[in-house]
C-alpha cells in the first residue's frame, strides 16, 4: 500500500524547510527509519528518516526547493507496486521522459556514503570530494570531524622540491617560493650564474598581470535567509530601544580566577556569570520574561536564556532552560556543551528553540558596546561587550578596575524605558557583588 512521506513540524517556531539533497532516488529500495532525505530548517540542518518500508515510487519535491510543514515530499509503495504520480507533482531525475517509468538506480547512488548534514556542508563550502572521505560514524557514515581530517591532510604543506643546481642567494630563494616561481626557469646575473633577488624580481615583472578574478555570488538561502527575513521582520514590527551601561566587574573577575582554580572540567567564561545574573534578574523584572503575541503579552514563569552561537553560515540561539535554578557550574557546562554541538551541527531542534530571552557576546571580538535586534518573540536582548581594565575613579581614587559594556535592547511597546532601566540595574548590581553566586540562592 502506498505511503506519503510528510514533511513533519519539530517545533511550534518551524513553519517551512529547504530540501537539500535526497538521499535516496525512485526506483530504490528504503526501510522505515532509514534517512530520506537531507533538510534544512531555520534552526537546523537534519535527515528526515522514511516512516515506511518498501521502494521510493515518486519524489514529489526538487532539491532546493522551500516548502512548508506538512508537505508530501514523496511516495514509497511496496515492491512491484504500481502508482501514478500525483497531478502537478515535479518529474524527477531518475524518470524517463519517453515512458515515465523508473530508471535503475545509478551504481555510484547506491554507493554513495551517507553523509552527516554539516559534513556534507562543510565539503561543499572548502571543494572535498566526500567520495575520496573515509568514514569513521555508523556503517562508514562521513562524520563533520572526517572532512575536517581530510582538510587537515589537503593543506598539509608539500615535501619541498628538488633544489636547483644553480646558487641562489636566501633572499631570491624566498621570493621565488613566495611568488610560485620555478628557479630552473630563472636566468641568474651572479658570480658562476648565481640566481639574484634582482633576477627573481625582472622574472616577475616579465610577467603578465594576472586576470581580474570574478566576484563570489552567494545565494541568500536556508539559514541566512530566515536570519535575513526575521531581523528585517524585528525591525519593523518593534519598538526598539537600546540601553548601555558600564558595569565593574572586577570581584566578578576575582571571583572567576577562584573558581576556576577549584574546577578542573572546564572554563568558566565572563558570559557564564552574565547568564547567572541575567537569570536572577529576570526573575526579579518578569516582565522582560515574556513573549510578544499579537494582541496580549504572555509572563513567562520558567526562564529560558537563549545564547547566540556564531556559525560560519549564519548563527543557532541554543537555550539553557530554567537557567534561574542552575549553579555556575551547570550553566557553564550546559552553555560549552550546547554551542559545541550547534557548531557540529548535531543539535536538536528542541535545543535551539523555546528562549524567553537572549544574550549575545562580541566580547572576544574585541567589541565594547553595540545594538543588539530582538529576536521575535522575545521582547529584550542583552548585548555583552569585552571585560577590560582601565582606570575609573572607585572610592574616591582613580585605580584599575575591570569594566564591561551591557546594551539593553527592549521592545518599548511592551516595556517602558523606566522598566527596562531597572531591570539592567538590578543586573548591574548582582555583577558588581557577584559573592551570591556561590552561595545558598541560586
Known amino acids: 500500500m502506498a505511503q506519503e512521506i510528510v514533511l513533519p513540524q519539530w517545533g511550534m517556531e518551524m513553519q517551512d524547510a529547504t530540501i537539500v539533497r535526497w538521499l535516496k532516488q525512485e526506483g530504490e529500495p528504503i526501510q522505515e527509519g532509514e534517512p530520506l532525505v537531507e533538510l534544512e530548517t531555520a534552526k537546523i540542518a537534519t535527515e528526515l528518516e522514511s516512516t515506511a518500508s518498501g521502494v521510493v515510487a515518486h519524489i514529489l519535491v526538487p532539491e532546493g526547493a522551500i516548502v512548508p510543514i506538512r508537505t508530501v515530499l514523496a511516495i514509497v509503495t511496496a515492491p512491484g507496486e504500481q502508482v ?14 519517453a515512458s515515465g517509468t523508473l530508471s535503475p538506480p545509478r551504481r555510484a547512488d547506491l554507493a554513495a556514503p551517507q553523509v552527516v548534514p554539516a559534513a556534507r556542508r562543510l565539503a ?30 589537503r593543506t598539509a604543506a608539500p615535501p619541498a622540491p628538488a633544489e636547483v643546481a644553480v646558487q641562489v642567494t636566501p633572499a631570491a630563494r624566498h621570493l621565488a ?6 628557479l630552473r626557469t630563472v636566468q641568474g646575473s651572479g658570480p658562476r650564474g648565481r640566481i639574484l633577488l634582482e633576477d627573481v624580481q625582472k622574472v616577475l615583472a616579465a610577467q603578465a598581470p594576472p586576470m581580474a578574478q570574478p566576484a563570489q555570488v552567494v545565494p541568500i538561502r536556508g539559514m541566512r535567509q530566515t536570519i535575513a527575513t526575521r531581523m528585517l521582520q524585528s525591525l ?4 526598539q530601544v537600546t540601553l548601555t551601561t558600564e558595569v565593574d566587574v572586577t570581584d566578578a573577575m576575582t571571583l572567576r580566577a577562584g573558581l576556576a582554580r577549584q574546577w578542573s572540567e572546564g572554563s568558566l567564561s565572563p558570559l557564564h556569570l552574565v547568564l547567572k545574573a541575567t537569570a536572577r534578574a529576570l526573575k526579579e523584572h518578569p516582565r522582560m520574561n515574556a513573549i510578544q503575541k499579537e494582541h496580549e503579552v504572555e509572563l513567562v514563569p520558567e526562564i529560558h536564556i537563549g545564547v547566540a552561537v556564531s556559525l560560519d553560515e549564519g548563527l543557532l540561539v541554543p537555550t539553557i532552560r530554567r537557567a534561574d535554578t542552575k549553579h555556575l557550574a551547570e550553566i557553564a557546562r550546559e552553555s560549552h556543551d ?17 528562549g524567553t530571552f537572549t544574550i549575545t557576546n562580541l566580547g572576544s571580538y574585541g567589541i565594547d558596546a553595540f545594538t543588539p535586534i530582538i529576536n521575535p518573540p522575545q521582547v529584550g536582548i542583552l ?15 582613580i585605580t584599575k578596575r575591570s569594566m564591561l559594556f551591557l546594551s539593553l535592547t527592549f521592545d518599548h511597546r511592551v516595556i517602558d524605558g523606566a522598566p527596562a532601566a531597572a531591570f539592567l540595574h538590578a543586573l548591574k548590581g548582582h555583577l558588581e557583588d557577584p559573592w551570591w553566586m556561590v552561595a545558598a540562592l541560586p
Open 84 to 97: 501514478p504520480r500525483p497531478a502537478g507533482a515535479t518529474a524527477s531525475v531518475t524518470t524517463t521522459p
Open 124 to 153: 561543499q563550502e572548502r571543494g572535498i570530494d566526500l567520495a575520496q572521505v573515509q568514514g569513521t560514524g555508523p556503517g562508514g557514515r562521513i562524520l563533520l570531524a572526517d572532512v575536517q581530517n581530510a582538510l587537515v591532510a
Open 177 to 182: 617560493r613566495q611568488q610560485g616561481i620555478d
Open 236 to 239: 519593523q514590527s518593534m519598538a
Open 338 to 354: 550546547l554551542a559545541t554541538r550547534a557548531r557540529a551541527g548535531h543539535a536538536a531542534y528542541e535545543e535551539v528553540t523555546g
Open 383 to 397: 548585548g555583552m561587550g569585552r571585560v577590560v581594565e582601565k582606570p575609573v575613579v572607585y572610592q574616591g581614587e
